[in-house]
T-cell receptor, first 117, second 114 residues
Framework: AQSVTQLGSHVSVSEGALVLLRCNYS??????LFWYVQYPNQGLQLLLK??????LVKGINGFEAEFKKSETSFHLTKPSAHMSDAAEYFC???????????????FGKGTKLTVNP | KAGVTQTPRYLIKTRGQQVTLSCSPI?????VSWYQQTPGQGLQFLFE???????NKGNFPGRFSGRQFSNSRSEMNVSTLELGDSALYLC?????????????FGPGTRLTVL
């Protein structure tokens, strides 16, 4: 069964500092991986996704993530944090069924990012 | 292109009642999934529909049910509400032509059970 672990339920950084949000996954086959962001009282917005085309994936708002199969990781980074990045971030994995089709999307518990001025 | 819409946005019910939530997917999307989000359990998958057929199902009791109509709109129903059903219910749609099944989320329906 696939699963996702996000290390750190809360991360706090200063404005302009590097943002690093950690995500490790467990899947029996190479999965699709996603990062979503959720602002207060809103739904989830897709930041980026890994689909096996390239290991370094660039997303919206200056975020990127690198797929490392050997480490089963898909950490999210942004070189310089902005106040508007304060939100909750979710890593998700979606496996592929051997008989075709995709598995359900499984989310991590989320990491709440605080950006200090 | 309009995004995923969910109605109503907020709902207050009492224990024992039932509730129906509605989701309209992005135009052209044929897959709709439902999730429950709570502070304690996080985001949990309820079910997924594709072309009116349930494709995947999460581990929720039978009180939670759903359906999808021929126009891809979906509804989920919760019968005999319990206090623990208070949550944000999110709907997401995806396109059959997107092999990654990337899901696009609506703003959610906030259900409060008193």
């Amino acid at each position: 069964a696939q699963s996702v672990t996000q290390l750190g339920s809360h991360v706090s950084v200063s404005e302009g500092a590097l943002v690093l949000l950690r995500c490790n996954y467990s899947s029996s086959v190479p999965p699709y991986l996603f990062w979503y962001v959720q602002y207060p009282n809103q739904g989830l917005q897709l930041l980026l996704k890994y689909t096996s085309a390239a290991t370094l994936v660039k997303g919206i708002n200056g975020f990127e993530a690198e797929f490392k199969k050997s480490e089963t990781s898909f950490h999210l980074t942004k070189p310089s944090a902005h106040m508007s990045d304060a939100a909750e971030y979710f890593c998700a994995v979606r496996g592929i069924k051997t008989q075709g089709g995709s598995e359900k999307l499984v989310f991590g518990k989320g990491t709440k990012l605080t950006v200090n001025p | 292109k309009a995004g995923v819409t969910q109605t109503p946005r907020y709902l207050i019910k009492t224990r024992g009642q039932q509730v129906t939530l509605s989701c309209s997917p992005i135009s052209g999307h044929r897959s709709v999934s439902w999730y429950q989000q709570t502070p304690g359990q996080g985001l949990q998958f309820l079910f997924e529909y594709f072309s009116e057929t349930q494709r995947n199902k999460g581990n929720f009791p039978g009180r939670f049910s759903g359906r999808q109509f021929s126009n891809s709109r979906s509804e989920m129903n919760v019968s005999t509400l319990e206090l623990g059903d208070s949550a944000l219910y999110l709907c997401a749609s995806s396109s059959y032509t997107d092999y990654t099944d990337t899901q696009y989320f609506g703003p959610g329906t906030r259900l409060t059970v008193l």
